[in-house]
Nanobody, 122 residues
């Protein structure tokens, strides 16, 4: 079992910045990737950014050049630095951790944080 605790959401004006943090509890499982998803009212949850254990990153097109994901393996923590925020970035942001259960079959287990609200005013 992996528990995720998020922090750093809030209200910010357009053009401002916020930094989200997500700390993962220690477990006997190795976390293979961590990331951030977001869900706006009436919309599906979407991937914002992800980082694998070796450190490769992936971003949604809508946030490229504005958001940066990073990971501190020693602290089991992932960060999302969000700059040049836009009203359309308003959503609940969820931290995600992926544990590969079986590398042969690709079976994975996803863990989720409780979510943190980010509101960007125009």
């Amino acid at each position: 079992q992996v528990q995720l605790v998020e922090s750093g959401g809030g209200l910010v004006q357009a053009g401002g910045s916020l930094r989200l943090s997500c700390a993962a509890s220690r477990s006997r499982f190795s976390i293979n990737a961590m990331g951030w998803y977001r869900q706006a009212p009436g919309k599906q949850r979407e991937l914002v950014a992800a980082i694998t254990n070796p450190g490769s990153t992936n971003y949604a097109d809508s946030v490229k050049g504005r958001f940066t994901i990073s990971r501190d393996n020693a602290k089991n923590t992932v960060y999302l630095q969000m700059n040049s925020l836009k009203p359309e970035d308003t959503a609940v942001y969820y931290c995600n951790a992926v544990v590969i259960i079986d590398w042969v079959t690709g079976t994975r287990r996803d863990y989720w944080g409780q979510g943190t609200q980010v509101t960007v005013s125009s």
